[in-house]
Structure formats: C-alpha cells, structure tokens
C-alpha cells in the first residue's frame, strides 16, 4: 500500500494510561496518527484496543497521558479543577455587592431586591453553563487554567467521527435520519428556527437531505434512505454507520472493528469503501481490526497492543515479522 | 422498500382510497395548514355531537363545552409530557408539578390576592416561561441519571411542589389555595362562568398552536436529536450531540406546556389550590400518553382527551345508569372511586393486547411488531443476507 503521506500528526496520544480500579488496560501507550494515513491497532482480545479507542473518541477519561488534535490539547486529567467554583460564586458575589452598596447609598429595598435577584439568574445562569459547557464558558476556564477533557460531541466537533464494535445505530430510525443525526453538527437550526418555520429552518432541512442522500450513496447505499435502520441487512448497518459518521464531515475517522462478522464478500467491499474514503475524501482512518487480512492489505502503519502495552509499531511488513507479536498471538516458542 | 406494490386494479373502494391518498399527500406537504383545518372541523363537530342524541341524553350541551374545554387542559398536559417520555425517553413521574407552578404563576399575575392583573396572553407567556425555567432548574443537577434514578428524583419533585404550595400559607394561603383570580382578559370577548363558549374556542386555538409547533419540532433537528437519545444516549454522544442540553431542551419545553395548561386551568377554574396537582395527576397523564400511543402526537391528543372525557362524563353515567337499572353489587359502586383501578386494568389489557397504544405511532408501531414486519416488503432485501442479520 502507498506510504503514509508526509506531514504533521493529527492526533497524538501521548503517555495515555487507564486504570480500571486495580486492572491496567492501557498502560503508557504513545500513538501518532498522521493526516491522511491509514493507521491500524491491533492485539488479542483484551488488549486495550477498544479502551484506547474510547478514550481518544472522548468516552472515557485518562488516568494519565494526554490527547492533542492538531496540536490542542482536548482530553487529559483534569486539572485545577478546584478553580472552577469560583467562576460561579465570582460573578454573583460582585453583583450582591452592587446590591448591598445600592441599599446603603438609597436605601430603597426595591433596587436591592432587584439586583438580589440578577444575582441569583447569573448564578443559575453560571450553574447551567457549568452544566451544558458551551464554548465561552470553556474558554473562560481555559483562562484560568482549568482543563476539562473533551466531551464525545466535542471531539466531533474537532473532527473525529466514530463507529461502533457492536454496531449502534439508531435502530427504530430510518437510514436518512441516521444520517441526518450525524450531520447534527453541521446543522445550526434551533428549536425556535423549528418551531417558526423559518427560511433558514427549511433550507437547511431540503440541503441537509441532499447531503445526506450524497453520503448514502457514498458508502453503497443508495436510495435506501427511507429503511428503517434494523431492518437492513447486518453489512448495510456497518456501512450506514460509516455514513453517520461521516455526517459530521470528520477529518479522522475512527473504525471499530468494521468488518466483525462480515462475510468474506462483505469485507472486501468494506476494504474497497475505506481506501475510496481516503481516495476521495482524504479522510485520515484509525482501524482496530482482528482480520488480519484486513489490516495487512490496508494499513500504512500497525501498532500492536498486548496486555495494554505497545509492543510493536511500524510499516505490516515489519510488524508480521516481529517475534514479540508473534509470541503474542502464537505463544511463546517452547524453550 | 421504494417499490411498494401497486394498489389493487379495479378494486370498488378505489375512488375513495384516491381521495385518502391526495389527502394525506397534502397533509404531507402542508402540515401546518392542515393541522389547523383538522383542528377546525374537530372543534366544530364537538359541539355539534353534544347535541345529538346518545351525546344529549348524558348533559347539557354547556356542560359537555365546559368539560372539553378542561379536557383540553389535559391534552396540552400530555401534549407536553410526551416531549419529555415520548420523544426524548425520559421518564418524569412529577409532571404536575409544572402544571402547579403554570397556574401558581397566574394566582401572582392575575388575581386581587396579588393586587396584579398582567394581561392573560402575556400570562400565558410567563406561565410557560416560569415553568420552564423550573424544568431546567430540576433537569441540569439530574439529567445525567439515567432511567430509573431519573424517575424516582422527577417522583419526589413532582411531591414537593404541592407540599411546598401547601405549607408556605404566608404565600399561598396554604389548603384553601389563592382564589378569584381573574377571568381571561382578551379584547372584545367576555368570559363569564355561565358562557362556556370562549373558553372552549380559546382552547381549541391554544391546542391547535400547540401541536402545530411540536409537529414542527418532531420533523426538524431537534426532534431527531431527541430520538436519537431515545435511542441510544452514547451513539447520540458520538454524533456531536451535546446531550445535556438536549435532554434540557426536551425537559424545559415539556415544562412549559404545562406551564401554558396550568395558566388555563387556572384563569378558568379562578382558583388554585395544591390538592388539584397531587401525584394523581402525573399518573392519569402519564397512563393517558401510554394508552394513546406514546410518540403520537395526534394519538396522545386524542388518548388524552377521549380519557379525560370517560372519566368525567362515562363513569358518572355508569353511577346513574347502575342504579337506574338495580343490578344488584354494581350500584351500590361509585365508579368515580374506582378510576384508578380502571386504569389499571386498561394498561394492564393494554399491554396484553395492544402495547403500541390506542393510537400509535408508525414507528412503534414497527418496534412492537418487528417480526410481523418482515413480510413481503423487506423479504426481497434481505434475502441471502438474513443469516448474518442480527436479532
């Protein structure tokens, strides 16, 4: 297969461990995945792969290490935590003091009941943004030096898009609206734009269509859109869930075992789409995969995973090769 | 799928199922239009039935207005509450208590208790404003429960809003509640106690406004959103829903529905008082979404008025007609008294026979019935790839 294109990484892992209670599952595990590659992870059952997956898609936190998406810093540890109280306490006390002074100066317990109560919305207002987390909110803790780790939908939004080991679609929901889910996103419509009925509600919806038409046809699904989602066929979930993913028009796209279960007809079509993906969408692909017909024939690069540790790296070639990956799989010789 | 079979040549309802078909293509492309004209019709055969005879013989045409006008306030309730279970999956067993804070709204806004008196529009307003404000205040700390826990905290809110209503007298006047609150105030129509009429139009038109705009919610990225949640919360997550917010969103516009019913309710009872919000309530609206087809807004609709209309009118003739007859155990019953054990025996035959609801939603319809499903239609896809298929 070509070699990976030259260029900066993508994402970076750096030192990523996890700790389930007393069980390691990824144990200091560094990972590069340059743009434009397709880069696989691999292992015997319990290895970490899926761990390590979760934790780069924003599901689970680190316990230690952390996660760069084109140089930013998204998913670490959290750290100075403890600050974060005082950006809701800050803003309330500043205005009760506001209050307090207006009662001295006027002594009108009209003004102070007023401004008492602005206090008390800044401070449900701050507890819910704490809640919900929007951007400005995350900025302004970035400011003070606190770091909270992505959230899945705000690795979305840097660009990854995920599926699934065990496929999880939206079962009861038709294959466009699966699609249409995933472009979520991409979409700015509010409730009220809904509601209203306004112009740029019902553009959006007739575009969002056609994309979502687009991206169904893309992955061999074409005009198949009004199917409910668990009555295709099990190789046309997998594809559908590609299609979700891509709704959000990710730069790397995240493949959770994309060929479990697949026939050896249905594999080599999946091959074929994720090689069209790169070719044509230049999509960056991580792969955890246990065919290893599959990772052989598609892979720049193979990182092997055992026990949670990286225990090999590099081109196929060199990584069939190696004896710690053998013995990993095989077992040790008998000395 | 797209290849459906062409209808049946030559067949003696074909005229007829023509017109059905154009009906519901134009439904299709203008919803909102015709929701209002179905509305329309409905509201104008209503009290035309009330006159007819099976109708007539139960109560007077007033009577059968005022009580579709208070059925009214129970189809906004179950409206409202099938946002939250219906579209989103999330189980609120204290839906009352917004109902409460919607009428308590209107007791500070409209009545000589609180020496105010806001305009009604602008209080109906408030009333879904200040409601969904307090579904976002109990939804942020407990949206991240899931299912159950998530009941058990909307169960205990649901109780203590009543209770609070009930023990802060200084505010609330305690069990005898905050009465003569004003009669809607909207220009050139009076609203008397005596004259059913504009109370039943205004909440034809408020019914009408409200399932037009969840209609449009349902199709629209909002309303994926929270199927997709419904769904599967993870994949949800993993589709670049911000989950928390719209989890909110469903909770705070749940709310306010029934902010809107209790402002209703209110400003036609002229008087709030916390025994008319106790859990009671949350159940019959809960058991009215469940038996009208839960996800349906049409079905909810009509679950919840078709219930309410039973309970007030049917079982109050069943008293009558009991005794009238002399069967002997039944009419010594009360049968008001046993309304909840009726429901229970509906859900319960319900479940049995018919688990999609009276009315249901295409698309619970297929959940429920998966395997009769795969007929004729999906067989031809599926054929030589349904041993992998997994179920």
């Known amino acids: 297969m070509t070699a990976a294109r030259a260029g900066v990484p993508l994402v970076i892992a750096r030192n990523i461990t996890k700790r389930f209670g007393g069980l390691v599952a990824v144990n200091d595990v560094t990972f590069e995945i340059p743009e434009g590659s397709i880069v696989s992870l691999i292992g015997p059952n319990g290895a970490g792969k899926t761990t390590f997956f979760n934790i780069i898609a924003g599901i689970y936190d680190p316990t230690g290490g952390h996660v760069d998406v084109r140089g930013r810093p998204l998913i670490a540890r959290p750290r100075n935590s403890w600050r974060e109280p005082f950006v809701w306490f800050a803003p309330v006390l500043a205005v009760a003091a506001v209050a307090y002074a207006g009662y001295v100066a006027t002594k009108s317990e009209l003004i102070a009941t007023a401004i008492g109560a602005v206090a008390l919305v800044v401070l449900i207002a701050m507890m819910l943004s704490s809640v919900a987390r929007p951007a400005w909110y995350n900025t302004l803790l970035a400011r003070l030096g606190v770091f909270k780790s992505a959230r899945p939908n705000d690795m979305v939004k840097a660009g990854l898009g995920r599926t699934f080991q065990n496929i999880r679609l939206f079962q009861n929901m038709t294959a466009m609206e699966n699609v249409l889910v995933g472009m979520h996103t991409k979409l700015h419509a509010t409730a009220f734009d809904a509601m209203l009925s306004t112009p740029r509600n019902r553009r959006e ?8 038409n687009e991206l169904l046809a893309l992955v061999g699904l074409p005009g198949r859109g009004d199917e409910l989602a668990k009555n295709l066929p099990y190789g046309d979930q997998r594809r559908l869930e590609v299609a979700r993913a891509l709704g959000s028009d990710p730069a790397l796209l995240l493949l959770d075992e994309p060929t479990a279960g697949m026939n050896p007809r249905e594999t080599a079509d999946m091959m074929t789409l994720i090689n069209k993906l790169r070719g044509e969408l230049g999509l960056t692909v991580l792969l955890i995969e246990h065919d290893m017909k599959v990772v052989m024939g598609i892979s720049d690069r193979v990182t092997v995973l055992d026990h949670g540790e ?5 081109t196929p070639d060199e990584v069939r090769r190696d004896p710690r990956v053998i013995e990993a799989y095989l077992g040790a010789p008998a000395a | 799928m797209t290849a459906r079979p062409a209808p049946m040549p030559a067949s003696r309802g074909r005229g007829l199922s023509n017109a059905l078909r154009e009906v519901r293509a134009f439904a299709d492309e203008h919803r909102s239009v015709s929701i209002v004209l179905g509305m329309a019709v409905i509201a104008a055969v209503l009290p035309l039935l009330a006159v007819v005879p099976p109708f007539s013989i139960f109560q007077k045409q007033d009577v059968w207005l005022s009580g579709f006008s208070n059925a009214g306030v129970f189809v906004l309730l179950a ?17 009352a208590a917004f109902f409460a804070i919607g009428a308590y709204a209107y007791a500070y806004g409209a009545s000589p208790y609180s020496g105010q008196h806001l305009p009604f529009i602008l209080m109906i307003l408030i009333g879904a404003l200040v409601a969904a404000t307090f579904g976002v205040l109990l939804g942020a700390p407990t949206l991240r429960l899931r299912g159950d826990y998530l009941a058990i905290v909307t169960l205990g809110f649901g109780e203590i809003v009543p209770i609070v209503f009930l023990n802060a007298e200084k505010y609330t006047e305690g069990t005898n ?10 220009p050139f129509v009076t609203f008397t106690l005596l004259n059913p009429w504009p109370f039943y139009v205004l909440m034809a038109v408020i019914v009408t406004i409200t399932i037009m705009l969840i209609y449009r919610l349902q199709n629209s990225r909002v309303g994926r959103a929270w199927m997709a949640i419904r769904e599967d919360e993870l994949a949800a997550a993993a589709s670049g829903l911000n989950t928390v917010t719209t989890k909110l969103l469903a909770f705070a516009l749940g709310a306010s529905t029934a902010g809107l019913a209790g402002v209703f309710n209110a400003s036609k009872l002229t008087l709030v008082s916390p025994d008319q919000f106790m859990s009671t309530v949350s159940f019959s609206i809960l058991a009215m979404i469940v038996l009208g087809g839960m996800g349906n807004i049409w079905g909810v609709a009509l679950g919840a008025f078709v219930i309410y209309t039973i309970q007030v009118v049917l079982l109050k003739q069943l008293n009558a007609f009991f005794a009238a007859v002399g069967v002997p155990i039944l009419k010594d019953l009360n049968f008001i008294q046993y309304q909840f054990l009726l429901y229970g025996l509906a859900l319960v035959l319900m479940m049995l026979f018919r ?7 295409q698309r619970r319809k ?7 499903e795969l007929g004729p239609g999906a067989a031809g896809e599926v054929q030589g790839s349904l041993g992998e298929s997994p179920e």
């Open chain 1, 205 to 212: 919806e007739v575009d969002s269509r056609v994309r979502a």
């Open chain 1, 310 to 314: 990286k225990i090999a790296e590099g």
């Open chain 2, 79 to 95: 409206l409202g509450l099938n946002i939250v279970v219906g579209m989103a999956g999330l189980l609120d067993l204290g839906y």
């Open chain 2, 177 to 186: 509640g905050i009465g003569g609150l004003y009669k809607p105030d909207i």
């Open chain 2, 355 to 361: 688990p999609e609801g009276l009315f249901p939603s």
């Open chain 2, 366 to 372: 297929r959940e429920l019935h998966a395997a009769d």
